[in-house]
């Protein structure tokens, strides 16, 4: 959903209009799209027997403690080491599912200066990038003109010295398209300033 007129009390509108600069102006703002990952469902092909397996372990294992009456507190807590697979195994199926509860949690900004990313939970967390650093951009777009921003931002070297690309990710949000004008427009902007503060240097 596109946030063209929010509410001054949204929570986090409110949080996007203290994060920005002296005259820092909003070109976008927009909420990812509620909706089911369905190609995060893949993952079920692990998540499946993974979580059949750990159930089924359990189950034998406390049914084999119940056959032995005198196995005591320590073997009640046998089964108890199965509990753990069983909770990654949960966390697995459930990720397609992550992005109907973040979505309303989660605002985008593309400023006349940067890219803006904002999560409200029980904390408040934000990534920005300056419109300097915008690289390549990849867009993935549905027949609706819903889609996805994936932009390049730069690279870090890891912990194994292996060079790694940044990405700053916008989606899924409706009218992808024009959410590409606008934050190729901010890239445009800042290249023209950076073009016009080396010039100035010059001379």
Partial sequence: MDLTAPPRTDPLEMALQRELRGGERVLWRGQPLARVSWSGLAIWLFAVPWTAFSLFWTAMAWAGAQSFADAGPLGYAFPLFGTPFIAVGLGML???????????RTLFAV??????????????WTKSVDGGRIGQIDRTERRDGSGTLRIVTGSHVDSDGDRRTDRFQIGEVSEVMAVESRVRELAERCRRAELSSSASSRS
């Fill in 111 to 124: 400023t006349d200066q940067r890219l803006v990313r904002l999560y409200l939970g029980p904390r408040l």
């Fill in 94 to 104: 459930s990720l397609p599912f992550l992005p109907l509860f973040g979505a309303s």
